[in-house]
């Protein structure tokens, strides 16, 4: 390249490694996160027989490897604000809270929210958003460079579908529980109206089925819907899980909650472009706060993890996060049962649901059956 194209410099020549380190990163965290392991292929991949003895790597040997060759490309912020990469720094946080690395979660959450101190402007839970506009999100999500950070297009113009589309709302291979169904009307003072009920699901003529409307929101663009990869309210949520684990209590309940600006009493440090403008997760769609739990140290954590676990539940319902979220949850406090009684617990069929429950009991079975 640096032959054929005198403005392609060794800067180019590493943002450019960046990108595809990231995407390549991105793929094989999910495929071990899928699988319990996978293949690793650590070279140029010139030639295959049967009898090539690759590389099996487990789920902490790949996530580690990824997070030392991913760092290498995250000296600073990313050089653009675009949607159609995979952003590294969100990438590494997701990374090392699947690790249970907290600080480090915190430190690449945050700066990839606030590019690093030099913006107030992108990835801020504020106002833009607000209540009725929180299904803006969804609606040209590839556009939206104040909230998505990676996300992947379709348009049905271009013959790109969206199968998700007809999976939720033509053939319904998929539909809401009622525990995320029951989880979002439940909620102070008067229902979850902004992400729930017309949002993120709605109900078909008969009023007693549910359907998956979030990709929906488009309308006149059926099969139009982006996937978000990765978006704002999830980092927060992240950098909350990680320091939720640091002690950092009041700060957690800031991200959960009223957000910095409207949050009286002395402001965390280090946060100083949030203070202006970030109203908070539930702020944002006019819900009821969260209380501090009461207890001892330990039961403060555990409870204000739970609290954020089901946030995410309901921020990011039917985004591909719900799974990987009870992992590693019940990873993290080594009690299948946490993952086993909240899956199980989608079952109206006794029986079914005890079936379930004595299956992801065994963590071996939190995994995609694989041939490799």
Known sequence: MTLRDKDFDEYELLSYKGYLVSLRSWAYFNVVRLFGEAVYIDDNFESY???????????????????????KYAKDQEEY??????????????????TDQYDSAWFYAKGAIDLYGRSS???KIDDQFSEENWKNIFIGASDNQYEVLSAVPFSMEDNQYNLLVEYFNYVYYIKPSTIITGLFEEQKPTGD????????????????????????????????????????????????????????TNTVLMILNRGFKNTGGEKPKGYTGWITSNIGIRGRVALQQIPEPEGDENTIMLALEDYIIQERAMEMAFEGKRWFDLVRIARRRNDPAYLANKVAAKFTDNAKADAIRTKLMNPANWYLPKDF
Request: no cysteine; net charge neutral; aromatic share 12%.
């Open 121 to 123: 402007d992108y990835y």
């Open 49 to 71: 027989s049967p009898q090539t003895n690759f590389k099996k790597y487990n789920r902490t040997t790949m996530i580690d490897t990824l997070i030392n060759q991913l760092k």
């Open 81 to 98: 604000i675009n949607t159609w990469r995979i952003n590294k720094h969100a990438l590494l946080a997701e990374m090392y809270i699947e």
């Open 193 to 248: 109206v902004w992400r729930g009920l017309g949002v993120s699901y709605d109900t078909l003529n008969d009023k007693n089925t549910t359907m998956i409307s979030k990709y929906l929101l488009e309308i006149g663009y059926f099969y139009s819907s982006d996937i978000i990869i990765t978006r704002a309210s999830d980092l927060h949520l992240i950098m909350a899980e990680a320091l939720n684990r640091m002690g950092e």
